[in-house]
Structure formats: structure tokens, C-alpha cells
């Protein structure tokens, strides 16, 4: 079985601050990791993913996240916010299988970002 | 435009009237998925469908039926809804079934059962 923990519900932050949102996962094997954004009404898109290599991911408006495997963890993370990033975000996990059958992706509670003028 | 389609976007109605939320995908997908969103609880899975005639139960399946005749189409059907079944449901698709690929979401159908 695997879970994901979103240690913040809700973080109001500066603009042109940087933000770090929490994601901590459990899972008995190997994973893959991603962040959705979920802009005030409408359905989520994806932000980005961690499948293999590299530790750092950049995606898509500047956000960045790093899959730490010793602590469980994948934090997304961006140097300085903008009035635009105001929304929700959720972490997820899938559990690889190796391309047999399917896994259902597993999605955090959310993390409500609001940036302050 | 590469999109998925959700309708009703809105809906009120009262316990016990059947209702169909439909889905529909432009982009060949043979993963669907429903889930409801609900305030602290984030989404939950509803049903998901690997391919034409083949779906599975996800984590909250009470309540709801599903079918999938044509790849492009995947409707939700609530057959007595109830108020517990209040609640914001999106549909999404993917093009792989390891889902290491990325989840295409509709923009969501709030239905208030009375």
C-alpha cells in the first residue's frame, strides 16, 4: 500500500517569497512522484514528475520539487512566488509495476497556497 | 484542442433521482479515471477503466456505476444519490497504464444532492 502526506493544509506566503510545500510519501517500493496544480475552478494539470534519474525536476512556472528517497519525501519548491500561483496543490504517488497492469495514483489532501500582495 | 469533457458542470437534485454525469476524451486515452474531491480529504478514486469493456473499483465505489462502450466515453452513473454524495468529481485520462505519463483532467462537475 502506499500513502501521501501533505503536512500543510493551507500556506499563505509573500509575494515574490519563496515557498517550499511539503510532501512526504510511504511506499515499500519504488515509486513515481508528482505535483498537480489546481487553479481556482478548474480540474488539475500536472506541474511535474519524478519517474528515474536525476533528484531535481523543474516544471512548468518556475516550480521545482527534489525526490529524496532517505526521508520519503518529494517538496516542491519555487524561489519567488507570484499573485498567479495562488491555488491548490496536491502531491501524488504511483507505485511502478513495471509497465503490467495498472496502479492507481494516490493523491495527497491538498496544500491551499495564497500568495499576499 | 486536446481536452476532457465533463457535463453537467452543475447539478442539484434530490435523493433518490438517478443522474448520469458524462465524460468524454479527444485524445485516443485508454486509461479513465473519476474521482471526488471533498474539502480535507483531497481525491479520492472512484472507478477507472483500463480499455473499453474493462473497469475496476478505486477507493470509493459505493453508490456509483460506471460503464465504458467506447474508448472516448467513460459516463459516472449515480443511481439513488444521496447527500453523503454531495461533492466535486472530476474525470481524467491517461494515454499509459503504468501512469508514469500524465493525467488529463475535466474541469469538474459539482453536484449537490438535496
Known amino acids: 500500500a502506499q500513502s501521501v502526506t501533505q503536512l500543510d493544509s493551507q500556506v499563505p506566503v509573500f509575494e515574490e517569497a519563496p515557498v517550499e510545500l511539503r510532501c512526504n510519501y510511504s511506499?515499500?517500493?519504488?515509486?513515481?512522484l508528482f505535483w498537480y496544480v489546481q487553479y481556482p475552478n478548474q480540474g488539475l494539470q500536472l506541474l511535474l514528475k519524478?519517474?528515474?534519474?536525476?533528484?531535481l525536476v523543474k516544471g512548468i512556472n518556475g516550480f521545482e520539487a527534489e525526490f529524496n528517497k532517505s526521508q520519503t519525501s518529494f517538496h516542491l519548491r519555487k524561489p519567488s512566488v507570484h499573485i498567479s500561483d495562488t491555488a491548490e496543490y496536491f502531491c501524488?504517488?504511483?507505485?511502478?509495476?513495471?509497465?503490467?497492469?495498472?496502479?492507481?495514483?494516490?493523491f495527497g489532501t491538498g496544500t491551499r497556497l495564497t500568495i499576499i500582495p | 484542442e486536446a481536452q476532457v469533457t465533463q457535463n453537467p458542470r452543475y447539478l442539484i437534485t434530490v435523493t433518490g433521482k438517478k443522474l448520469t454525469v458524462t465524460c468524454s476524451q479527444n485524445?485516443?486515452?485508454?486509461?479513465m479515471s473519476w474521482y471526488r474531491q471533498d474539502p480535507g480529504l483531497g481525491l479520492r478514486q472512484i472507478y477507472y477503466?483500463?480499455?473499453?469493456?474493462?473497469?475496476d473499483k478505486g477507493d470509493v465505489p459505493e453508490g456509483y456505476k460506471v460503464s465504458r462502450k467506447e474508448k472516448r466515453n467513460f459516463p459516472l452513473i449515480l443511481e439513488s444519490p444521496s447527500p453523503n454524495q454531495t461533492s466535486l468529481y472530476f474525470c481524467?485520462?491517461?494515454?499509459?497504464?503504468?501512469?508514469?505519463?500524465?493525467?488529463?483532467f475535466g474541469e469538474g462537475s459539482r453536484l449537490t444532492v438535496l
Open positions: 511506499s515499500s517500493v519504488s515509486v513515481y
Open positions: 501524488a504517488v504511483s507505485r511502478f509495476i513495471s509497465n503490467f497492469g495498472n496502479e492507481k495514483l494516490t
Open positions: 519524478y519517474l528515474s534519474g536525476s533528484t
Open positions: 477503466s483500463m480499455n473499453v469493456e474493462v473497469t
Open positions: 481524467a485520462s491517461s494515454s499509459t497504464k503504468g501512469l508514469a505519463g500524465e493525467l488529463f
Open positions: 485524445m485516443n486515452h485508454e486509461y
